[in-house]
């Protein structure tokens, strides 16, 4: 019964590419998920996942619905995002939020739009992925990302964490803060497309956000909320696709929403700055 | 970190600052010597900050110059007022203290064992040996300060540029960290402070800069800090001056 549960599915095909993908963003978004929260740029990444999209409509059009055209479009897409958010970060002195909203909105509705113009293009494939359905050429676009994302976070590390940290003293020793920020935002976007094959662009960084959130209550440290992170991911994605499995859930939420429910528990009772601690203390 | 010899004096010729369309500083012209302890006072808004952060070369200027002769951009070490950094950040004191290490070893040059001791070696100097692996969000504002001064004691600069230093900490700190300051000073190192308090310039400094805008007086502390100098720039009646600036 339970070999049936828990061993079974995996011996089919689909499951395995499914979890290989799933753990192939579990390993290379987290850590930048982290980052992005500790450098309160949370929003950026609902932005970079929904910007993406028209990039994507506009490689799908061009070249057909393979993973390389339609990659390669939302990465250009999230470059071009990245670069007007930074734009708009400098233009208003740090109180972009608004403006990112409408830069979002805009994006969505303006894929949403593009892709509806072209016949046989499944909208919700796109905005909800199709995690079971990864091919080949999906399974080493996602492998690359990850890939290419954790020796390149590795050389950054350090310099992102004193731009994170204190960009001004970043600035006062001739850093050039501005440069590892582009960097890091690079490697957003690379995970955010690959998340996008997955789970859809409305919940592409799921994998990469709540586990990252989650972790704050887990360590203190830096390099400890990024095992922790991680670590919660591949648990998130093992439990969603047997959820999946088993209770014939769309595979892409079953994920997302095993994450959150990891996130929601480690508010309430993770080791620190978390809701038990709060009652304790106040008791 | 041993004694330093300070190479050459940091001399500025008709340096003028904007902010913007603001002129905050007027043609000032002048040396800090090697080797020299300088108090930077003045009231608020004249230019004390920007003119730390044009010797540090983060300024640009809109005239003059500044002859900095053979000193490398890791020679000048600045730090800012209440700095901007992000406590909130999952980061221990001693991996704060060590990115004055890394200033030096560029990007990419690992943090080993050596440059983790140094580190260590110089949280217990600024009074905090026990204090290594505490994350920097535990920290009072005078412990944290005395962090920031650990890194700045790494940087091993030869120019130091301090923005207020002692305004938000508690005397015990402020006296402990004027302390470091004189050692720094023993070790040949140039030193330029922007200070409020002027009875601790008195004190301590033995050069002082009167700034309001343009230089009011520049020499030995206690004729720069002379009563008319002192009413000239408005410093003598602090208080009114800084209501009516930001009135303005």
């Known amino acids: ?283 | 970190m041993g004694p330093v010899v300070t190479p050459a004096p940091i001399a500025l010729h008709r340096v003028c600052l904007r902010h913007g369309a603001n002129e905050v500083v007027r043609d000032l012209t002048g040396a800090f010597a090697p080797g020299s302890l300088t108090a930077l006072v003045g009231p608020n808004g004249a230019g004390k900050t920007t003119l730390l952060r044009a010797i540090a070369g983060m300024h640009l200027l809109s005239e003059g110059s500044i002859d900095r002769d053979r000193l490398a951009p890791s020679d000048i070490a600045l730090l800012p007022q209440g700095s901007r950094l992000d406590r909130g950040f999952p980061v221990s004191c001693l991996q704060v203290a060590s990115l004055g290490l890394a200033a030096r070893l560029g990007p990419f040059r690992p943090i080993g064992r050596p440059q983790r001791a140094a580190a260590a070696e110089a949280l217990v100097a600024v009074g905090l040996p026990d204090y290594a692996n505490r994350p920097i969000g535990a920290l009072s504002a005078g412990q944290f300060q005395r962090v920031l001064f650990a890194r700045m004691m790494l940087q091993d600069a030869a120019v130091l540029l301090l923005d207020e230093p002692f305004s938000a900490v508690d005397a015990r700190t402020a006296a402990d960290l004027v302390e470091i300051l004189l050692a720094w000073h023993a070790q040949g190192r140039t030193i330029v402070t922007v200070l409020h308090d002027l009875a601790l310039a008195t004190q301590v400094f033995p050069q002082t800069l009167v700034l309001a805008n343009e230089a009011i007086a520049w020499g030995p502390t206690a004729a720069a800090l002379s009563e008319a100098n002192r009413i000239r720039s408005g410093l003598a009646i602090p208080v009114r001056t800084d209501f009516r600036r930001h009135a303005a």
């Open chain 1, 1 to 283: 019964m339970l070999h049936d549960m828990l061993v079974t599915p995996f011996t089919l095909g689909f499951m395995r590419r499914a979890l290989a993908g799933c753990l192939a963003l579990s390993i290379a978004g987290p850590p930048l998920g982290v980052f992005l929260v500790l450098r309160r740029l949370s929003l950026m990444s609902d932005v970079l996942q929904h910007g993406v999209l028209p990039g994507i409509a506009i490689g799908a059009a061009l070249a057909g619905l393979s993973v390389w055209a339609m990659g390669l479009g939302g990465i250009a897409a999230g470059l071009a995002v990245a670069l007007l958010a930074g734009w708009l970060t400098r233009r208003t002195g740090g109180r972009e939020d608004s403006q990112l909203a409408g830069v979002y909105l805009l994006a969505l509705a303006a894929g949403v739009a593009l892709i509806s113009m072209q016949r046989g293009v499944d909208l919700t494939h796109l905005l909800f992925g199709s995690v079971l359905a990864v091919d080949d050429m999906a399974l080493y676009a996602m492998a690359g990302v990850a890939t290419i994302t954790l020796p390149v976070l590795a050389l950054i590390w350090r310099p992102l964490i004193v731009e994170s940290l204190d960009p001004g003293f970043m600035a006062a020793t001739g850093g050039r803060g501005g440069v590892w920020h582009l960097c890091f935002l690079a490697l957003v976007v690379l995970c955010v497309v690959s998340g996008f094959i997955a789970l859809g662009t409305l919940m592409s960084v799921g994998l990469m956000m709540l586990p990252a959130v989650a972790a704050q209550h887990w360590s203190a440290s830096l390099a400890g909320q990024v095992r922790a992170s991680v670590a919660m991911a591949i648990v998130a994605s093992f439990v969603g696709l047997l959820l999946s499995y088993n209770l014939e859930l769309p595979a892409g939420p079953a994920i997302v929403l095993t994450a959150g429910a990891l996130w929601l528990a480690s508010i309430a009772v993770g080791p620190y700055a978390s809701l038990r601690l709060h009652r304790a203390g106040s008791a």
